[in-house]
């Protein structure tokens, strides 16, 4: 019977921990804007109905984890807080104390970390970091360029730097808009530059992403290898003592 009824205990833990999660991140706002803003009326109301309502789901959920807890005295002990949550209403921020457990802030800064290191590593895989700053300083030279030849130009719908800008990124990305584009033979000429850098741009990207991710599965395979090839270094040396210790046995 404690086994099955730990069973239930994690099935529904496991069930509502994402859910109450979502419901503590909705419910900030009911908590902050009545401290930032008086409410009155048919507002208020409807701010303490939300409030009293997730009150009361969180009072479901902790009733129904003591019923299915294998040792329900132990767990009100090991719980303190999601008991004042619910017997205390006025000392509902408390809740937010629980969406810090649930979101296991260490191990989502550990995933954050372990990203942030693999994102540098691609960014600076193969000098791509240079290729990026180097295209980034051409669209914004290509933009100060282009705004010269088009700002005055008859026609031109290429006015002030921020619609060279525009028009510059999305000439580079060849994504062709087409809400702004050059009309004079130099704007032209630079547009063309852009399409050239661009493709290349979107070249390198790829070719970059790839080699990485190869890379990576070669210094896995590598590091194997390298296992294995001291696994057989040892496998040698003890078939030679014992080869050589058969002679001596013999002699004996």
Do not use: C
């Amino acid at each position: 019977m404690p086994e099955r009824s730990d069973r239930a205990f994690n099935r529904f833990s496991d069930t509502v921990e994402a859910p109450m999660a979502v419901l503590t991140i909705l419910w900030l706002p009911v908590l902050i804007i009545p401290l930032v803003v008086t409410l009155h009326g048919e507002t208020a109301s409807a701010f303490s109905g939300v409030d009293y309502t997730v009150w009361a789901l969180f009072a479901v959920e902790y009733v129904v984890k003591v019923y299915l807890a294998p040792q329900r005295w132990s767990f009100v002990r090991r719980h303190p807080v999601d008991l004042v949550i619910v017997a205390v209403p006025f000392l509902r921020p408390l809740r937010v104390v629980r969406l810090l457990r649930v979101l296991r802030l260490g191990r989502a800064a550990i995933v954050l970390a372990s990203g942030l290191a693999r994102l540098r590593a691609l960014l600076t895989h193969r000098g791509l970091h240079f290729v990026l700053l180097a295209a980034f300083f051409i669209v914004m030279a290509a933009s100060g360029l282009e705004l010269a030849l088009e700002g005055h130009a008859k026609g031109s719908n290429i006015h002030g730097y921020a619609n060279a800008l525009w028009w510059a990124v999305v000439t580079v990305t060849t994504v062709g808009y087409g809400d702004r584009y050059p009309v004079t033979a130099g704007g032209r000429g630079i547009a063309v530059v852009l399409m050239l850098v661009g493709i290349g741009l979107i070249g390198t990207l790829t070719a970059t992403i790839a080699s990485f991710f190869v890379d990576e599965k070669q210094d896995v395979a590598t590091v194997r290898l390298v296992a294995v090839e001291e696994r057989l270094e040892r496998i040698e040396g003890l078939l030679e003592l014992i080869a050589a210790r058969e002679p001596a046995a013999g002699r004996d």
